[in-house]
T-cell receptor, first 115, second 109 residues
Framework: GAGVSQSPSNKVTEKGKDVELRCDPI?????LYWYRQSLGQGLEFLIY????????KSGLPSDRFSAERTGGSVSTLTIQRTQQEDSAVYLC?????????????FGPGTRLLVL | DQQVKQNSPSLSVQEGRISILNCDYT??????FLWYKKYPAEGPTFLIS?????DKNEDGRFTVFLNKSAKHLSLHIVPSQPGDSAVYFC????????FGAGTILRVKS
């Protein structure tokens, strides 16, 4: 079946603008994760959703970042008033269940550049 | 504070030889470890994993070794192939997945 998809694949925006990044997880996967990879850095955990439970937002770097998951499927990561340091690759992943060794399947990422 | 560290940013190996990628962790509560492989412009893909109750897991050319007392794990690829050239991320599972910074592997033909 189809893997995790993300859109857009690339996004260039001006400092101060809002952006929305979309993730379509693998059908049937109850857990969805957002990560960020900045230049030369590892994968930084941002947020995860597990079924209908409240999301774990502990990795969000500031209150300019928010995410939602509608209907337990598609997720949107929103960055308000973007800053240049927000430039990174934003990766979405999904798995059958929450962490605990479940293999996460990653999307191709959205490359965000804030000018 | 980096809980998972990959101290070698890059590694270059001749085709056919062994590639050894290392990873150190600080949190003794981690109980499961994974290696992911990432090609440019693609998301990471799962490669191999190991539970903390084991010290070795093998899958074809890939073997992961875990030394709990040293809080160290390594990924061995043998024989290395040019298609193995990628970024390799070590990850550890506690209450969430924590990734290392990655090691760029280049396999020369």
């Amino acid at each position: 079946g189809a893997g995790v998809s993300q859109s857009p694949s690339n996004k260039v925006t001006e400092k101060g603008k809002d952006v929305e990044l979309r993730c379509d997880p693998i059908s049937g996967h109850t857990a969805l994760y957002w990560y960020r990879q900045s230049l030369g850095q590892g994968l930084e955990f941002l947020i995860y959703f597990q079924g209908n439970s409240a999301p774990d937002k502990s990795g969000l770097p500031s209150d300019r970042f928010s995410a939602e998951r509608t209907g337990g499927s598609v997720s949107t990561l929103t960055i308000q008033r973007t800053q240049q340091e927000d430039s990174a690759v934003y990766l979405c992943a999904s798995s059958l269940r929450q962490f605990g060794g479940e293999t996460q399947y990653f999307g191709p990422g959205t490359r965000l550049l804030v000018l | 504070d980096q809980q998972v560290k990959q101290n070698s940013p890059s590694l270059s190996v001749q085709e056919g030889r062994i590639s050894i990628l290392n990873c150190d962790y600080t949190n003794s509560m981690f109980d499961y470890f994974l290696w992911y492989k990432k090609y440019p412009a693609e998301g990471p893909t799962f490669l191999i994993s190991i539970s903390s109750i084991k010290d070795k897991n093998e899958d074809g050319r890939f073997t992961v070794f875990l030394n709990k007392s040293a809080k160290h794990l390594s990924l061995h690829i043998v024989p290395s192939q040019p298609g193995d050239s990628a970024v390799y991320f070590c990850a550890a599972v506690g209450n969430k997945l924590v990734f290392g910074a990655g090691t760029i592997l280049r396999v020369k033909s």
